[in-house]
């Protein structure tokens, strides 16, 4: 057999045998990293609603967490994550998950309000593959922390959320957006919106207005 015969057949080799070593690992990994994921996104609900955590909360401590604090129930079309503390009834924070498309891929985070269904208490982008440095800056605290306080309606019962250019004056229902990422601005303040005014929509259907 030729040298260059020897050599392809050793590639072809090697190179089903790599395949097949990282097929199994993939699916040996598979649950682990099921696991960490569903964590990840636990943290982010439990992190939002503002449910007491350690920094350094391992995956089971995580789900246990949510199981023992957050109530999970359908509200109309939407679902809705409730925290209600041991010892209490009634929930002192509530979170409906968010998605949609960015610039670059799906987005995925949850929004939390306070017990009046209109006033934002914490959001959180748990899933986005915006540009790293740029847009990719939505997942960052600097950037969420500036909804913390403001609505989801307007005193006037317009319901949404804007997102500005920066340095523009903001009000009770906007936030200035992020430098040289208007196009992911727009498309997670399409995303806001559209929940905000599913949430408001369904808050007045079950109070008759």
Known sequence: MKADQRTLLFAAVFGTICAVILTAVGR?????????EKAEELRNYLA????PLEADASPAALI??????????????SVLYAYIPQGRTEPVSLAVPLAGMGLWGPVKG??????????ILGLRFYQQE??????GEIGSA??????????????????GFRIVKPGTQ??????DGITGAT????????????AAQQLVSERRKRHGR
Request: aromatic share 6%; hydrophobic share 35%.
């Open 142 to 159: 600097w950037f969420t922390s500036k909804f913390k306080g403001k609505k989801i309606e307007s005193s006037d019962g317009r319901a």
């Open 130 to 135: 915006e540009t790293p440095g740029l847009s």
């Open 170 to 175: 903001t009000d009770e229902n906007s936030v």
């Open 110 to 119: 949850v929004l939390a309000l306070e017990p009046d269904e209109t006033t």
């Open 28 to 36: 040996l990994t598979a649950p682990y990293r099921a696991v960490n």
């Open 48 to 51: 939002a609603l503002g449910v």
């Open 64 to 77: 246990g967490a949510f199981e023992k604090n957050v109530k999970v129930t359908t509200n109309g079309t």
């Open 183 to 194: 196009m992911t601005s727009d498309r997670i303040q399409a995303i806001l919106s559209q």
